[in-house]
C-alpha cells in the first residue's frame, strides 16, 4: 500500500514513524519546508506540488492508494488543494485534526474569526506575545505607538529588531517553563495564538493561565470535507488495518 502524507504536525511525524516500521505501507511523507533527517527510515519531500495538478498527477502517475492529510489545521489551502487533487485523481482522502482545546470555568479565553479582529481586540494592553509570526509580516510596520510586540518565530535570521517588535527564536511548540519564564520576565498582558489543539501546543496556553494572562485566540478555519476525519493516531491505525486489510506490527 502507498500513502502519501501531508505532513506539518506533531501527530504526522509520529505516524509517519509508525508506517515506517510496517513492511506492508510505503510512505511518502510531504512537508512545506525541509525538516531535519527523520529519525525512522522513510522518503520525505517538500516544497509543493505546482498546485492542484501537480498533485493530482503525483497521486495518479506514481500509484497511490491513499492521501492522508495531517497539516496544520490553519493550512486551509493547501487541505483545500488535497481534497480537489484526491477527487481528480480517484485517490481517497483522509484527514486528521487534534480536537480544539476546551476552555475550563477560570480560563480568560476569547476567540476572533481573524488576526485583524484580534489585533484590534488588543488595542487595550501594551506588552503583547504572539506565540507565531504567520501573518503578521504585513502588520510590522503598523503596530500601535504604545504597544511592544514580542514574537515567537523560527529563526531571527533576517527578522529586524525595533523599539517596539522583539523576535524570540524557537522552533516546535513553546514548553510550559520557557513560556512562563517569558510570560513574567517580559511582563507580558496577552497573549495571541492559534487554537492549534494538542497536548504538546497547550504547554504555553497552560503558562499563561498560571501567569494570569488572558489568551485571545484566532479560530480555526471550517474544515475540508474528505473521505474520513480523524481526531487522534490510534483511529487511523484501526482504519488502516480494517479498510485494507493490513497485518501491521
Not at 505501507?25 to 527523520?38: H, N
Not at 529519525?39 to 498546485?51: E, N, Q
Not at 520557557?178 to 497547550?202: P, Q
Not at 480555526?220 to 487511523?236: M, V
Request: net charge neutral; with cysteine.
Amino acid at each position: 500500500m502507498k500513502i502519501l502524507l501531508l505532513g506539518g504536525t506533531q501527530e504526522g511525524k509520529q505516524l509517519a514513524e509508525w508506517f515506517a516500521n510496517q513492511p506492508q505501507i510505503e510512505l511518502i511523507y510531504s512537508t512545506k519546508k525541509a525538516l531535519t533527517r527523520p529519525s525512522a527510515d522513510y522518503t520525505t519531500i517538500h516544497g509543493g506540488f505546482s498546485g492542484v495538478n501537480g498533485l493530482a498527477e503525483k497521486l495518479k502517475n506514481e500509484g497511490f492508494d491513499l492521501l492522508l492529510d495531517m497539516t496544520y489545521p490553519y493550512a486551509a489551502k493547501m487541505s483545500q488543494n488535497a481534497v480537489i487533487a484526491a477527487s481528480l485523481s480517484s485517490v481517497p482522502i483522509w484527514s486528521f485534526q487534534s480536537p480544539p482545546w476546551i476552555a475550563e470555568p477560570d480560563n480568560q479565553w476569547y476567540f476572533y474569526s481573524s488576526l485583524p479582529e484580534v489585533l484590534e481586540a488588543i488595542t487595550p494592553y501594551h506588552r503583547c506575545f504572539f506565540s507565531t509570526a504567520n501573518g503578521l509580516q504585513k502588520k510590522w510596520n503598523t503596530i500601535p505607538s504604545h504597544q511592544h510586540w514580542f514574537i515567537r518565530c523560527r529563526s531571527e535570521k533576517g527578522q529586524k529588531t525595533t523599539d517596539q517588535r522583539r523576535f524570540i527564536e524557537g522552533r516546535g511548540p513553546l514548553e510550559y517553563d520557557e513560556a512562563f519564564k517569558h510570560f513574567v520576565s517580559l511582563e507580558i498582558e496577552v497573549l495571541i495564538s492559534y487554537d492549534s489543539g494538542g497536548k504538546a501546543a497547550k504547554a504555553k496556553i497552560e503558562a499563561a493561565k498560571a501567569a494570569s494572562i488572558p489568551v485571545f485566540f484566532i479560530c480555526r478555519p471550517i474544515p475540508q470535507q474528505t473521505d474520513r476525519q480523524f481526531t487522534n493516531i490510534t483511529s487511523i491505525k484501526n482504519a488502516l488495518i480494517q479498510d485494507y486489510c493490513l497485518n501491521v506490527a
